[in-house]
């Protein structure tokens, strides 16, 4: 178990590999962001995308999924405060394999409640075998210190 302790700044976490499936880009689309160049392989080529893309909202949602296998789910996190920055930089494609790596930026604890810690972290992901980077996001992230009994 990971705690606020543990999320020291310069701190890195591996996030994936996440495939990114066809289908699973038609369904969310369809879901949530049924945009012509998310749902339709003519739209999308015709689009400044260029091809069929992910919503940036899926790949976010994908992003999460990779957070919480990466470090998350073994970690004594209590959620966030917010999403401070968010940016796609380039279309993710079905196909793709997403990597990236999550890194603590600052750490500190909250002044009203000792038993708290809140860290800025940010993320980043990219194709699998490039360095191309097709989103970052820096984010909030609240965690319950090391318990005494936990040493």
Same mark, same amino acid.
């Given at each position: 178990?990971?705690?606020? @302790? ?18 699973? =880009?038609? @369904? ?9 160049? &998310? ?7 015709? +689009?400044?995308?260029?091809? /069929?893309?992910?919503?940036?909202? &899926? ?20 959620? +966030?405060?917010?999403? +401070? %920055? ?9 196909? &793709? ?5 999550? @890194?603590? /930026? %600052?750490?500190?604890? =909250?002044? +009203?409640?000792?038993? /708290? ?15 191309? =980077?097709?989103?970052?996001? @820096? ?13």
């Amino acid at each position: 178990m990971r705690y606020f @302790e543990d999320f020291t700044p310069g701190t890195r976490f591996a996030l994936g590999p996440y495939t990114v499936e066809r289908e699973a =880009v038609l @369904e969310f689309a369809r879901a949530f962001d049924p945009q012509p160049f &998310h749902l339709d392989e003519d739209a999308a080529n015709q +689009s400044l995308l260029a091809g /069929l893309s992910a919503s940036g909202w &899926h790949t976010a949602a994908m992003m999460m999924r990779m957070m919480c296998d990466g470090y998350l789910l073994d970690s004594s996190s209590q959620g +966030s405060p917010g999403v +401070s %920055e968010l940016k796609w930089l380039r279309p993710v494609r079905p196909g &793709h394999v997403l990597v990236g790596e999550a @890194e603590v /930026l %600052e750490a500190r604890l =909250v002044r +009203s409640r000792p038993e /708290l810690g809140v860290c800025r972290m940010r993320n980043t992901l990219r194709e699998q075998g490039t360095d191309e =980077v097709l989103m970052t996001c @820096e984010y909030g992230l609240f965690l319950k210190t090391r318990p005494a009994d936990a040493q």
